[in-house]
């Protein structure tokens, strides 16, 4: 079943590719596991065959975490508190937000990419 639904602005893309739903009608998952993307559209039947995120999404996770865990981080290191403890709850706040945004990530770029039509 393909719809033929007007291509959304770059900002409802990737708005919704952020909410983990296809960028163009923002109905169906994008994804079939944790960074599978689905390669049709279950309800519009937009193609995302070909799109390539690549390193996209691993930088700006990194890019957008950066300047929180990082300052987090030294905090912690200067903080004089037990490092038995410190180290591995940082260790797994750090590990447990960078698996929580790379999914969103990888949305908003299919998203802009399939909205600019570069990914093709």
């Known amino acids: 079943m393909v719809m033929t ?3 959304p602005s770059l900002r409802v893309a990737a708005f919704r590719g ?3 739903l296809c960028p163009h009608c923002g109905q169906a998952r994008l994804f079939t596991r944790y960074l599978k ?3 049709t559209c279950g309800h ?3 193609d995302y065959s070909d799109i390539r ?3 996209g ?3 700006l996770t990194v890019l957008c975490l950066g300047p929180f865990l990082a300052p987090l981080a030294f905090g912690v290191a200067v903080s004089g508190w037990p490092a038995m403890i410190t180290y591995p709850v940082l260790a797994v706040a750090i590990i447990g937000a960078v698996l929580l945004l790379l999914p969103r990530m990888k949305g908003v770029v299919i998203g802009v990419l399939h909205v600019s039509r570069l990914g093709k």
């Open 18 to 20: 952020f909410r983990l």
């Open 53 to 55: 995120a690549d390193d």
């Open 5 to 7: 639904l007007p291509l």
């Open 37 to 39: 993307p689905v390669e």
């Open 44 to 46: 519009c039947g937009a």
């Open 57 to 59: 999404p691993a930088w």
